[in-house]
Every structure is written in structure tokens, then in C-alpha cells.
């Protein structure tokens, strides 16, 4: 990977700090015979996913939320058409909102979509499992991959 070109920005009054980066990957899709296999969201994606508790005996709190919002502009490689990629998604919770939006700009470009919101807060117990599956759906989301063909 290379990284072409990065700005950033971090406006202390707004509290808002975000970057503007520019890559060039090689060898980043999965072949699999004529087809390119690549997930959209490959530097934020969520991973974690909370421990599942038979018996949860006590509240939980979310220190801090957080807003994330990605636009990412994927080149496709020459002589590849898009086959198949994921919908777009959206999820709201008292834990938070999250979509994801994809756009084919022009047969060689795509645009994915993605924002974040998480809010803190103290929640019951008997909310744990709730925020467990949100994560979780997250968790699939961020991983969703695009299939191209070779043309």
C-alpha cells in the first residue's frame, strides 16, 4: 500500500478532527477464478463485538459517543465490471445510528457511504443483549464485500 497524499485537520473549537487520505493498494482483492473479491470498508471498520453474558448482573455505560463519517471513492481496475455489492443499510438504536450507502459514480468508480453515531449513556442490564446485536449488525456491515467480474 502507498500513501499518496494525506491532510488533516483538527478544528478544536467544533471539536472535529478529519483527514483526507489518498491510497494506492496492489494486491488488495481476493481472486477467486475471473472474479475480484474486496471488502468496502477496509480501515474502520468495527470488529468488536461484545461478550455474550447468560446472567448480566449489572448496568453498562458508553463513556463516550462518537460521530464517524467516511466517504471513501474506490478506482476499480481496468477490464473488471461490478457483479454484485452490497445494499445500502441503515439502523437506528438507542445506542446509536449507522448506514452505509454505495454508489456506482461511472462503470470504474464507486463511492462508499458510511456514518456512525454512538452515544453514550448508562443502560439497564436487561439492555446489554440489544446493544450486543447492534454491534454485532455493525460488525457485518463494515465487513461487506463487492464482487467484480472480468469483462
Not at 457511504?113 to 455493525?138: C, P, V
Request: without cysteine; hydrophobic residues 35%; proline residues 4%.
Amino acid at each position: 500500500m502507498k500513501l499518496k497524499k494525506i491532510n488533516v485537520s483538527n478544528n478544536k473549537e467544533d471539536v472535529e478532527f478529519s483527514e483526507e487520505v489518498s491510497i494506492e493498494a496492489t494486491e488488495y482483492a481476493n481472486k477467486s477464478g475471473n472474479k475480484l473479491i474486496f471488502a468496502l470498508n477496509a480501515y474502520n471498520p468495527i470488529s468488536g463485538i461484545p461478550a455474550r453474558y447468560r446472567t448480566r448482573m449489572n448496568p453498562f455505560e458508553i463513556s463516550r459517543g462518537f460521530y464517524d463519517y467516511d466517504e471513501i471513492t474506490i478506482d476499480l481496475p481496468k477490464g473488471y465490471a461490478i457483479e454484485a455489492k452490497p445494499e445500502n443499510f441503515e439502523l437506528k438504536s438507542k445506542f446509536g445510528d449507522y448506514k452505509t450507502e454505495y454508489v456506482v459514480l461511472n462503470p470504474n468508480q464507486i463511492l462508499y457511504k458510511r456514518t456512525h453515531q454512538a452515544n453514550s449513556g448508562l443502560f439497564e442490564k436487561t439492555e446489554y443483549e440489544n446493544f450486543r446485536k447492534f454491534r454485532e449488525q455493525i460488525a457485518k456491515n463494515d465487513n461487506a464485500k463487492i464482487v467484480l467480474v472480468k469483462i
